[in-house]
């Protein structure tokens, strides 16, 4: 015999922990992804040739890698 209340319960529960433990996950992963790094410092990693991707269709002929990555935040 199945008893419904104890079934909606125990369905209930397991939604709660479910989602109990991907909120921990998402609030541990905010220093590896993001929230807190410099978005200047992860574009200084890149090479010119990848900002240059990043910039296809827009004039940036004989720029410097400073001045591409400002180019970046100021189309963004």
Known sequence: MTNSAF???FTYLLQVVFLFT???TT???FPKKG???DPKIEL???TIKQL???LAGHKI???KKDQLI???FTIA
Do not use: T
């Open 22 to 24: 991907e909120a921990i």
């Open 61 to 63: 002929n004989n720029l």
């Open 70 to 72: 400002d180019l970046v």
């Open 52 to 54: 240059k991707k990043m």
């Open 27 to 29: 609030l541990l992963s």
């Open 7 to 9: 079934d909606d319960w």
């Open 35 to 37: 929230i807190w790094i």
């Open 44 to 46: 200084q990693k890149l």
